[in-house]
């Protein structure tokens, strides 16, 4: 068994399991031991949270706590890997959790069938045991999109929102500990303009989700890939891949870009919670 600096160690398990990881120039065991410390709160186990979650699990991440209140539909099966005919009806957060755990029993996964609100957060995270490492957003609705970005800025919690729709995705790492611009100051006040419309009605004529445009399959798993492929250079490495950058992928035509932001001076979400 190897000890690291801060007296954590790898089990022999751990070793055998995650040595590809290790034996990566720039990935080393006390990468592995922060990746295996790290708490992780995913807000959605469809579509993103699917392969999201399973990379992250296989990856070694110490614990992932999924919330989404929504059950599984056939229609679910295209593209949120976690789940099989059998799972039609059951509460996709626990389903996805039992998968994971079983996927590598080496973590911990849980979920919990509830709605995110400002209201239930602090309960809901379980923050009174300290705050998440990383918050990631694999929504697809403006409405919860706003609701997690405040819950981020209120209490600095860092958040790793992604989207898929179509063909096209978008990935951003927030740090609000850092002050270095929220979600709400990429999108601006359409994000609240959204959210608004959506409390009144499921579909909305400025909102596009999976139910209303439709989504390849490959859209969500690569970006939930990609969402994971930075939650880990996050938490293992210290390192944000998309500091003060936006990812826009578009799949018909194979191609990915970067769009830079910056703090919002008068962003009415980061400057009047900070």
């Known amino acids: 068994m190897m000890q690291s600096t ?10 055998l ?5 290790i034996l990566l120039d720039g990935w080393d065991i006390d990468a592995q031991l922060r990746l295996k410390a790290a708490r992780i ?9 699917c392969p999201a979650s399973e990379t992250l699990a296989r990856a070694g991440v110490g614990q992932l706590h999924l919330i ?3 059950v599984i539909e056939a229609s679910n099966l295209q593209r949120q890997t976690l789940f099989l005919p059998e799972d039609i009806g059951q509460a996709k957060a626990l389903t996805a959790a039992q998968m994971l755990n079983t996927i590598n029993p080496l973590i911990k996964a849980f979920g919990t069938v509830a709605r995110l609100s400002i209201d239930n957060a602090y309960e809901l995270l379980d923050m009174a045991s300290g705050l998440p490492d990383l918050l990631l957003d694999c929504t697809d609705n403006f409405a919860t999109r706003d609701i997690i970005n405040r819950i981020s800025v209120r209490y600095k919690i860092p958040l790793l929102s992604a989207s898929a729709i179509a063909m096209e995705g978008q ?9 270095t611009g929220c979600y709400h100051c990429v999108f601006g006040d359409a994000t609240v303009a959204n959210a608004a419309a959506s ?3 499921e579909q909305t004529a400025d909102e596009r989700t999976c139910a209303n445009s439709g989504v390849l399959a490959s859209t969500t798993a690569i970006m939930g890939s990609l969402q994971a492929n930075a939650a880990l250079q996050y938490l293992g490495l210290s390192k944000n891949p998309l500091a003060g950058k936006l990812l826009l992928w578009d799949g018909s035509r194979m191609q990915q870009r970067l769009m830079g932001y910056r703090l919002d001076e008068r962003c009415t979400v980061c400057r009047e919670l900070t």
């Open 6 to 15: 801060d007296n954590q160690s790898l089990t022999d398990d751990e070793l």
């Open 68 to 70: 989404d209140d929504d």
């Open 17 to 21: 399991r995650y040595t590809r990881q």
């Open 171 to 179: 990935l951003a790492l927030f740090e609000p500990q850092l002050n």
């Open 199 to 201: 409390d009144q009605a």
């Open 41 to 49: 709160v995913m807000i959605g186990a469809g579509g993103l949270g």
